[in-house]
């Protein structure tokens, strides 16, 4: 397994805590926040990103889903809303934000269709060929060894079955990079500690995403991984990328 860059990014310096550690303590921490700061940092695309990404699902029509670093459940609802699948399991190593999710799963009446559980992506707790599509939105930078995620992923879906990750990316023109410079490096972290009283996880975003390994590059580590058929689509003059594979 090749250890990239951002596989050492960490959202605190001084703790002597592994990634998965520190990730799992963030999120607990900024949960009550999250979903709101999603909306207000992203004036609301990110929902539009969501969106997009879920219907790379239209075609193969999973019927049981695994979302990986489903957080507060965002993409598991949508994704049951938009593809109707029989089961959608997502697992998250925060507690916190696990918490959230299944309040609104229960306020929905979803608890049928979505079952949301503690887990890790680099162990995943099912058998081999379990799903039919596996979905991770924001959340591959967060994996503390990418490729033994990805692996694990890989392992679980059933053959013909589809990765879609949603992830953010660097823009290409140098006007816009400029701008998304200033306001991930200046106004993120600063709303982040307004708001959720925590300027590192917003500090730690930034960094995470300079050293993600994005475009051509994540998609070569999908092929070396055994993935067929992968492809990339940016979003939003490349704020954002869409990155899909198939077992």
């Known amino acids: 397994m090749t250890d990239y860059a951002h596989d050492t990014v960490v959202p605190y310096k ?3 805590l592994a990634k998965k550690q520190q990730v799992a303590g ?5 949960a009550f926040r999250y979903d709101f700061l999603n909306r207000f940092l992203s004036a609301g695309i990110d929902i539009r990103w969501r969106k997009k990404a879920i219907k790379q699902l239209l075609k193969t029509q999973p019927k049981t889903i695994l979302d990986v670093a489903t957080g507060t459940a965002d993409v598991a609802i949508m994704a049951s809303g938009i593809l109707k699948p029989t089961k959608i399991t997502g697992i998250d190593i925060s507690d916190g934000m696990l918490e959230l999710g299944r309040k609104k799963i ?11 559980l503690n887990g890790d992506c680099e162990t995943i707790n ?3 060929d379990s799903f039919d599509a596996v979905t991770v939105a924001f959340g591959v930078r967060n994996f503390e060894n990418l490729e033994k995620g990805l ?3 890989l392992r679980v879906l059933k053959p013909g079955g589809k990765l879609v990750v949603l992830e953010f990316s660097k823009p290409k023109s140098a006007v816009v990079k400029a701008f998304y410079n200033f306001y991930m490096k200046i106004i993120c972290p600063v709303a982040g500690k307004i708001f959720s009283k925590n300027r590192d996880a917003y500090q730690y975003l930034d960094e995470s995403i300079q050293k993600f390994p994005e475009g051509k590059n994540f998609t070569n580590i999908l092929d070396n991984l055994g993935y067929k058929n992968t492809y990339t689509k940016p979003l939003s003059l490349g704020i954002c990328s869409i ?5």
Not at 26 to 30: E, G, P, Q, R, S
Not at 106 to 116: N, P, R, W
Not at 243 to 247: A, H, I, R, T, V
């Open 243 to 247: 990155y899909c594979g198939e077992k």
């Open 26 to 30: 963030m999120f607990n921490d900024i």
């Open 14 to 16: 001084d703790s002597e």
């Open 106 to 116: 229960q306020k929905l009446g979803l608890e049928s269709t979505i079952e949301l």
């Open 126 to 128: 099912f058998k081999n």
């Open 151 to 153: 692996a694990e992923i």
